[in-house]
């Protein structure tokens, strides 16, 4: 159809992308984030004040893992304990392309 491939061309065009201040529910965080690791063309994702937790952060922790293009990812504001913020910064050890990681004001509870 002429919707699906419009979208198409304009995907691969896509290099930042702004979903912030978004209310993730359910496992809508590790749906999206496994949607990421297939990522090949955006290079800035802002996650901020989405209500993602644990489980989320730890699904974005898996991604950033094997991801080779995304360079920030903006995570502040969210629900994500101590844990899983070292699991996340843990990810920058094998990363080569993440370069900003934004996870201030993220706390277990807001």
């Known amino acids: 159809s002429t919707q699906s491939t419009w979208g198409n061309e304009n995907a691969s065009k896509l290099r930042e992308l702004n979903v912030g201040h978004n209310l993730f529910t359910g496992d809508a965080d590790a749906v999206f984030a496994a949607a990421f690791a297939q990522n090949t063309t955006v290079v800035k994702l802002d996650l901020s004040y989405s209500k993602l937790d644990d489980d989320g952060a730890y699904a974005f922790a898996e991604t950033?893992?094997?991801?080779?293009?995304?360079?920030?990812?903006?995570?502040?504001?969210?629900?994500?304990?101590?844990?899983?913020?070292?699991?996340?910064?843990?990810?920058?050890?094998?990363?080569?392309?993440?370069?900003?990681?934004?996870?201030?004001?993220?706390a277990d509870e807001h």
Do not use: C, H, P, W
């Open 64 to 106: 950033i893992e094997v991801n080779s293009t995304l360079t920030d990812l903006d995570l502040q504001g969210n629900y994500i304990s101590e844990q899983a913020l070292v699991r996340l910064t843990a990810t920058m050890k094998t990363n080569q392309t993440l370069l900003k990681l934004q996870v201030f004001d993220a």
